[in-house]
């Protein structure tokens, strides 16, 4: 107020609009809201993300006030569920009120259906993310109709839906091009004949997560790597029991910008094909997890560490022939490392003569799972005054709870 003068007197809506576009964190815009209730609505109509709760009603209303939203998030928590939760009812009010709408999260909404998907496919064609891992109901059918009615569709995860088969993958192909980001862990039906057909028309693939995919194979990996070597930059292919060296030799051949590959669980990897990868992705990779990999031993990882020198995360977990050999090209004052985090547990034959030398070389690790490895206990580095830097916190028997980075 300035000589009986109010703000709002002064400036029109696109003045207060360019005000609240300057407000960076969301608590603050929502205080911006409280000042009067034309704030209020101004506030509302620029709002893009919401986390809400189900109910038609409810969702009628937030589509009155919100009107151009374009993120909403109605997703469950496993432990904390509510009862009836997200219905095939609230999605149709959804396909019809939120044209707008860009990103889609319903993860942990069990009651959903291929109903609900059909009238997603229908009614929202600018969706462009779609998230309903664990959403248990769905099948190719309702997930098809989605890729045939969203042709801008860039994301899509799908974790934990166990009926999806190749039949989507081929409608993936025909009408989602443009498509980036897949995540099918767990979904067990997929094959090596429906990933060739994946990429075939999904060629700008940069995440791709096979987690747990069991009838994947080298087939399909070798696919993927070809078709997507120029964008691929993530793939997960944790448990795959039938990926080997083809697979990693593939990938070494074609993905020169690979920066994250989990191939922990594939038993039949050796030590050859790991060394190519790291020579031929040196400059780009930064999370490598091969735990579980039996056949990787002290000259793959000796080869890591020497070319890999952008590499953060490293997990070689319960690979037991792993020694202290691994690290003898480390030690050395002027050779450092970008390593944050490494996962050695279960390596019953490192012992804290290795740990030493990569402590000269890692100033930055931030955290060291050492579980299970009989011959490094904290008495015994204590005992060998090593010296862990500041901020890395080491996990000896447990109780640490791992980076989000190696899930």
């Known amino acids: 107020m300035d000589g009986g003068l109010c703000i709002n007197d002064s400036l029109g809506d696109d003045e207060l609009r360019a005000v609240l576009s300057k407000v960076e964190h969301d608590r603050d815009k929502e205080v911006f809201g409280l000042v009067c209730k034309r704030w209020l609505r101004l506030q509302s109509t620029e709002r893009r993300k919401l986390c809400a709760r189900a109910g038609p009603d409810m969702l009628n209303r937030i589509a009155a006030r919100f009107t151009h939203l374009h993120e909403l998030d109605l997703s469950q928590s496993v432990s904390r569920s509510f009862y009836p939760g997200v219905t095939d009812s609230d999605l149709s009010v959804i396909a019809a009120a939120f044209s707008s709408l860009r990103i889609l999260n319903l993860q942990n909404c069990k009651g959903i259906s291929d109903t609900g998907m059909a009238a997603i496919g229908s009614g929202l064609s600018s969706l462009q993310s779609l998230d309903v891992s664990y959403c248990r109901k769905l099948t190719d059918k309702g997930l098809s109709s989605v890729a045939q009615g969203c042709p801008n569709l860039r994301v899509l995860h799908l974790s934990g839906c166990k009926f999806v088969t190749d039949a989507l993958l081929i409608s993936l192909s025909k009408n989602c091009n443009n498509i980036e980001e897949l995540g099918f862990q767990g979904c067990s039906k997929l094959t090596d004949l429906g990933i060739t057909v994946l990429v075939a028309g999904c060629q700008r693939l940069k ?153 000269k070389s890692c100033e930055s690790l931030e955290y060291l799972d050492v579980r299970s490895c009989p011959h490094i206990t904290r008495m015994r580095c204590e005992e060998a005054g090593l010296q862990f830097p500041e901020r890395c916190k080491v996990n000896f028997v447990g109780g640490l709870a791992e980076p989000d980075v190696l899930c």
Request: proline share 1%; net charge negative.
């Open 207 to 359: 995440h791709l997560n096979l987690n747990k995919c069991s009838n994947i194979g080298d087939i399909a990996v070798t696919s993927v790597a070809k078709a997507c070597s120029s964008s691929l930059g993530t793939l997960k292919l944790m448990d795959c029991c039938k990926v080997g060296d083809e697979s990693v030799f593939s990938l070494a051949k074609y993905c020169e910008n690979l920066e994250t590959l989990f191939i922990g669980g594939c038993r039949n990897i050796s030590d050859e094909a790991v060394k190519s990868l790291a020579s031929s992705c040196h400059c780009s990779l930064k999370n490598l997890r091969m735990d579980w990999c039996l056949h990787v031993a002290d000259t793959s990882l000796d080869c890591i560490f020497l070319v890999c020198r952008e590499l953060e995360v490293l997990d070689v977990g319960c690979c037991d022939e792993v020694t202290d050999a691994a690290f003898q090209g480390l030690g050395n004052e002027d050779f450092k490392l970008s390593l944050k985090i490494l996962r050695v547990s279960n390596c019953p034959k490192i012992t804290v003569v290795g740990i030493s030398k990569l402590l």
